[in-house]
């Protein structure tokens, strides 16, 4: 079967770092995409993954282990607007995305 | 550029009626998607198109029917609304079939009592 799975909800301190891990398991595998939702809005693409190592965007930077069906999105400094729901998706051998139930993290002054 | 649009962006149905969620975008797309997006759940895709004239199922289709007639708009209908259609729906759109992001819309938040 198919199957994402990463943390439901995570809290995080105002200029902290923290790390929101994903594992998937598809029917094929074309590249893990990461996307923020803010609440009543919708999500918007952060990152792709299709190789091993990690991918370095500003304050976010995106892991990929295929080897391990693993990944993690980075959020460094944190910020106030960060607070919003990560969601992590895998793409499938049909090119269709598989999607996690999201992580909402909640950020703290 | 509008981006992705949707219409209407809220809803109230009765059980049984049956209303229409119009997508359009502006960016020249192929492919469309219709996403439906529950509490605790992932985004579930209902159907998709990979251009003009085209649709196919995706993950949860019953109760609902798409076309695309034109290559901007992804019309889902729900011919007989039922509580468990109560949900929020978004439509993503796609350039290219190599993979790339989905851009999507604000989303149509659907109750059906």
């Known amino acids: 079967g198919q199957n994402i799975d990463q943390p439901t909800e995570m809290t995080a301190t105002e200029g902290a770092i923290v790390q929101i891990n994903c594992t998937y398991q598809?029917?094929?595998?074309?590249?893990l995409f990461w996307y923020q939702q803010h609440a009543g809005e919708a999500p918007t693409f952060l990152s792709y993954n299709v190789l091993d190592g990690l991918e370095e965007k500003g304050r976010f930077s995106s892991f990929l282990s295929r080897s391990k069906g693993y990944s993690y999105l980075l959020l460094k400094e944190l910020q106030m607007k960060d607070s919003a729901s990560y969601l992590c998706a895998s793409m499938d051998s049909n090119y269709q995305l598989i999607w996690g139930a999201g992580t909402k993290l909640i950020i703290k002054p | 550029n509008a981006g992705v649009t949707q219409t209407p962006k809220f809803r109230v149905l009765k059980t049984g009626q049956s209303m229409t969620l119009l997508c359009a975008q502006d960016m020249n797309h192929e492919y469309m998607y219709w996403y439906r997006q529950d509490p605790g759940m992932g985004l579930r895709l209902i159907h998709y198109?990979?251009?003009?004239?085209?649709?196919a199922k995706g993950e949860v289709p019953d109760g609902y029917n798409v076309s695309r007639l034109k290559k901007q708009n992804f019309l889902l209908g729900l011919e007989s609304a039922a509580p468990s259609q109560t949900s929020v729906y978004f439509c993503?759109?796609?350039?290219?079939?190599?993979?790339?992001?989905?851009?999507f819309g604000p989303g149509t938040r659907l109750t059906v009592l």
């Open positions: 598809t029917s094929g595998f074309n590249g």
């Open positions: 993503a759109s796609r350039a290219l079939p190599e993979p790339d992001e989905q851009f």
């Open positions: 198109s990979v251009g003009e004239g085209t649709t």
